[in-house]
């Protein structure tokens, strides 16, 4: 009958309350640019749930006092079955939804590739979007991740690909993900200003960068950095990282020294493609540098050291002082 139906219905909601109050989770996110896709799938199913944010150190959600779901994409599917644009219209557009979902998650943690790029390119229909006809967690999740990598997002920005440049400005401007980026904490919403310079005609796979210490001593704040610079680079360009000793002055290095230089790039987790010493490449060294004085743009200079610095110090463009070996032959 009705009323035994009606009250099957409402001893079912009764026992698992997670499916009656759909419109009024909570939802915890660390304060990093990895909780934009949440934010921006917040924004558009607010008319059917009701979010409230807490800032924390991990993703999850509290559907009910007894059940919640963690992670990212968890969270996401969640709140876009209650709208069902955001997960497509059909099986085979959730199908391809999903595939996306786990493209974003490897692209989150791992460096791009061209092929990524092009993928995502060649899935930009004629509506400009990923999947479908709409804004779908597709495009939420693969928006949300290129803004998080500052490097590619200038690259998308600077119209590098036209038709990837279009969609990202598209999504942009769209109410929801600006109402999404404007929940984010004021640390991540500055994100892309100030942390790192764009480098201009960078190619993805050709980027090579190097990390130079000599072994003479411990690595400082200053050397930390520089590592650190290089090795954002090889990763946000899926390039390589050499990293080379220059052992040029064996007076003060030590093999100590390199040790332990190592084992700090161990604890700042930054690996490297190729490991040499400047040693390796004396030789080479050796073919340049007499093809630089044959070529008359270098000299072996025996001056004195306090000589050496004297003119240094009084050289003015007009009256330069020059070493009296700057003109000597390789006979001499």
């Not at 990293?243 to 490297?272: C, H, S, W």
Request: aromatic share 10%; proline share 4%.
């Amino acid at each position: 009958s009705v009323d035994e139906k009606h009250f099957r219905l409402i001893s079912f909601r009764a026992r698992y309350p997670i499916f009656m109050r759909m419109s009024d989770v909570r939802i915890q996110l660390p304060k990093t640019g990895q909780s934009l896709a949440v934010l921006i799938t917040a924004s558009y199913v607010k008319d059917s749930v009701k979010t409230e944010i807490e800032w924390g150190t991990t993703t999850s959600i509290e559907i009910s006092p007894n059940f919640s779901l963690t992670g990212t994409l968890s969270v996401i599917r969640f709140l876009a079955r209650s709208a069902s644009s955001l997960y497509g219209k059909s099986p085979f557009e959730s199908t391809q939804i999903d595939c996306w979902l786990d493209l974003a998650l490897l692209l989150q943690s791992g460096p791009w590739k061209n092929d990524d790029v092009a993928k995502i390119e060649r899935a930009l229909g004629d509506d400009g979007y990923l999947v479908g006809e709409g804004v779908t967690l597709a495009d939420i999740a693969v928006w949300a991740v290129i803004h998080g990598n500052t490097v590619l997002s200038q690259k998308v920005k600077g119209n590098a690909s036209p038709k990837l440049s279009k969609w990202f400005s598209r999504c942009a401007e769209l109410e929801q993900f600006a109402e999404g980026k404007s929940r984010l904490p004021e640390a991540e919403k500055q994100q892309d200003i100030g942390k790192f310079f764009e480098l201009p005609g960078a190619e993805m796979g050709k980027v090579v960068v190097r990390f130079p210490p000599e072994a003479s001593g411990y690595l400082h704040i200053g050397h930390a950095k520089a590592a650190l610079l290089n090795y954002y680079y090889k990763k946000a360009f899926s390039g390589k990282l050499i990293m080379r000793f220059d052992d040029t002055n064996p007076e003060k290095e030590k093999a100590d020294f390199e040790e332990v230089i190592l084992g700090d790039l161990k604890l700042l987790q930054v690996d490297y493609d190729h490991f040499s010493r400047t040693s390796d490449h004396f030789d080479l060294i050796m073919t340049y540098a007499e093809k630089l004085v044959r070529d008359g743009k270098a000299y072996v200079d025996d001056t004195p050291k306090e000589q050496m610095k004297k003119e240094r110090e009084e050289r003015v463009p007009l009256n330069a002082v020059f070493s009296v070996f700057r003109r000597n032959s390789l006979l001499s």
